[in-house]
Each structure stands twice: as structure tokens, then as C-alpha cells.
């Protein structure tokens, strides 16, 4: 049998590449299943204050040290200098990309499950996702925004833009008076791209009755969210799901 490495240092070379790699991949799980325990032991809302503070502070550390050996300059928040020094259209640019990442991976996820326990278990698990990143994002564009806990119906239209669905698809806001509006999916790059290749919608409803409801509460608790349409509903063609969001006297 051949020997194998007692150290990191007797790994060879593309071995050591991999475990680089690698080490990137467990720091992204083991980030996860702090914020999974600190949800399921702390509640909801102690578990996103401390996911805050811990980011803001891993970000600065991370990010220095990774600079230091990659040779890049970051700032006191471990922003990288050149991030601050591109051009709008650039970031613009990077932002779609990692959004249209984050969307590849979900349905990864999706397919992975998929395979080996079928659509229903595939649906049921993509749901309870749902079911977390739609506060979860909320919260992360409020503190983007600064937005206050009653900011109502313009502070939804606002937040509504900055998912990363907001970059990555193109969706419209028609107001019906100062107490309601209905917000439309025109165009989904998942929807999209099964109809470009011949296949049904994808049923999303059961994830947009928890995604949608979620989120909008995570922006102002008060607002009220309705299904106008969603797959497997028929829908026109100018939207795929639509949604009004309501604020009660």
C-alpha cells in the first residue's frame, strides 16, 4: 500500500489545490449549520443579530488575511479596494453574476434531490428552504436599505428590487391606490428557460405561498400578501406569478 501523507505538506501538488479548495467548501458549511443551530436553539430574530455581527466581523478577518497571501488590498471592513474602485456597470456586472450563481446552486440542490428521492421530496425541501431565506433576505436588504420595521408598502417596493431574483429576472410593480399593489414575474429565468426548451412551468406555487408571505413580512409585519397567480395556475403572457401586497388600516 502506498504511504500516505502524514501532513499537508507531503501532499503533492494538485492534491494540495484540492485541499485549498476544500477548505473554502467547509468554512461555507460549517457557516451554515452555526446559523441552522443558533435558529433551532435562540429563535429566529436572536439568530439573525448574531449572524450580522458575525459576518460583518469574519468578512474583516477573512478578507485580510486572504489579501495578505493573494496580494490584493482591502479596507478596514475587509472590502477589497478594488471592488470600490470599479466601474457601476462592472459591479452591476458582478452582482448579476453572483446572483445568477446563487440561483445555479439552488438548483443543484434541487436536482441532486431530485435524482436520488424524486420531485415530491425534491418540492418538499426546496419549500422549507423558502420558508427561511424569504425572512432571511429580508432582513438583509433592510439593513441594506436602512429601512425601518414600518416602512410599509414603498419600503416593499423598494426591497422587492433588491433580492437577487430583482437582478437576475425582470418583474414590474402596478399600484392600485395607497393601500395595495401587485407585483409581476415577467420574466423568470427559470420559467423562462424550460419554455425555451419545450417543458411546462415549473409548479412554484408551493414555494411562492411561503417565499413571497415571508419576505414581505420580514420587510414590515403588518403587510398582507395574496397569490394572484403562480404555476401550475394558468397565467397571461406577460407574467408568470403575480402577487398584490396589502396594508390594512
Not at 63 to 76: H, N, Q, S, T, Y
Not at 131 to 156: N, S
Amino acid at each position: 500500500m502506498e504511504r500516505l501523507p502524514r501532513s499537508v505538506e507531503e501532499l503533492d501538488h494538485e492534491t494540495m489545490i484540492s485541499y485549498v479548495v476544500d477548505i473554502f467548501h467547509r468554512t461555507l458549511i460549517h457557516y451554515g449549520l452555526w446559523f441552522r443551530e443558533a435558529e433551532y436553539n435562540l429563535g429566529w430574530d436572536l439568530a439573525l443579530e448574531l449572524e450580522d455581527e458575525v459576518f460583518a466581523a469574519a468578512l474583516a478577518i477573512q478578507m485580510k488575511r486572504l489579501g495578505k497571501i493573494l496580494g490584493f488590498a482591502v479596507d478596514e471592513r475587509g472590502v477589497p479596494e478594488a471592488l470600490k474602485r470599479m466601474r457601476r456597470e462592472e459591479m452591476h456586472e458582478l452582482a448579476q453574476a453572483q446572483a445568477a450563481n446563487w440561483l445555479a446552486a439552488d438548483g443543484l440542490w434541487f436536482q441532486a434531490v431530485e435524482r436520488r428521492r424524486g420531485m415530491e421530496q425534491a418540492k418538499r425541501l426546496n419549500d422549507t428552504c423558502w420558508v427561511r431565506f424569504g425572512p432571511y433576505e429580508a432582513g438583509r436588504v433592510r439593513r441594506l436599505l436602512g429601512l425601518a420595521k414600518d416602512c410599509g408598502l414603498e419600503g416593499l417596493k423598494a426591497a422587492l428590487a433588491m433580492r437577487a431574483y430583482g437582478i437576475i429576472n425582470r418583474q414590474s410593480i402596478v399600484d392600485e391606490g395607497p393601500g395595495s399593489f401587485v407585483f409581476q414575474m415577467n420574466d423568470c429565468r427559470v420559467q423562462s428557460t424550460r419554455k425555451r426548451r419545450g417543458l411546462d412551468d415549473y409548479p412554484c406555487r408551493s414555494a411562492g405561498v411561503v417565499e413571497f408571505p415571508g419576505f414581505a413580512r420580514g420587510i414590515d409585519a403588518r403587510i398582507v400578501t395574496e397569490c394572484i397567480g403562480c404555476p401550475p395556475d394558468d397565467h397571461p403572457e406577460e407574467w408568470f406569478c403575480a402577487w398584490r401586497f396589502s396594508l390594512p388600516e
